[in-house]
């Protein structure tokens, strides 16, 4: 496989799309990574087996569009089993951080730096790859990954059968607003839904071996067809989109305390001032975030009651 990401591009897209609307607009691609080793259900079981539990997230498949994430139904497995058990399971989880895994790491880099060559630089830091993450999903037949947006770029590959992907322009707030925006960053992912953006999105209809480019926080969701799915978001992300998520966390929490804020970009100069702070500030707890205990607390303490949401059954 190594020698395959080496020598041939792993991520294509048509119409020169990776170089006429990379990084601003979706854009369809076609990959290389279905029935990669890394990508089977075995080899995910064993995966979900090694994280720690505050990197595994899942729930019932059976979910809206518009789903209230405090009405979110459960499935009574174990990481484990949820993943042997997909095709009948009824669920949906993701395994978050995967490039912790030195296996994984090395496959999510080679891609992006098959992407990095296509677009002429030959390393991932000319081509502003930063930060790679990978994401993991399996979900059961019919499940649906409610609207959402996302604090990174990703490409999506999907890698078992066929998932339809619709996603909206992040800069129309006719769909989300810029209060939205912020919650769906720092509380819960889940965005409310409206059946009459329905024209204004955008479907992308994956099959093994397609895919999409996601940018940064452009809303989506996504619906499983008959099949049981399995796909990975390549994710990075860029000096200025951590920029812009320092800010947003930071405007969090000064609302928290009855500050709202004016989004990233209205106030350059405050937004300078505040960035400066909030990062000192991170940098000098950061030791404290070694034990899954703290960082419970942590995000807790900076994020509100339901931070900790995805480990109520942990
Ligand atoms: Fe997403």
Known sequence: MTALIETAPVITAANGALRRDFPLKPFAIRHKLAGHPLLTLPRIAQLASELPRDLIEYN?????????????????????EVVRSIETAGAWMVLKRVENSPEYRRLLEDTLLSVARARGFNSLRDADFEQVEGFLFVSSPNSTTPFHLDSEDNFFVHIHGEKLFTIFDNADRAVVCDEEIERSMTKHRNLKYDERFAPRGTEFHLFAGDGCYVPYQWPHWVRAANSYSISMAITWKTREVRRLNDLHFFNSMLRGIGLPQKPPGAQPMRDTLKLAFYRTVTTAIRPLRASLAMRRALRRIALGKRANYYLKDA
């Open 60 to 80: 019932s498949g059976k979910v809206a569009i518009s789903q209230d994430p405090d009405a979110m139904p459960r499935v009574d497995l174990n990481p484990v």
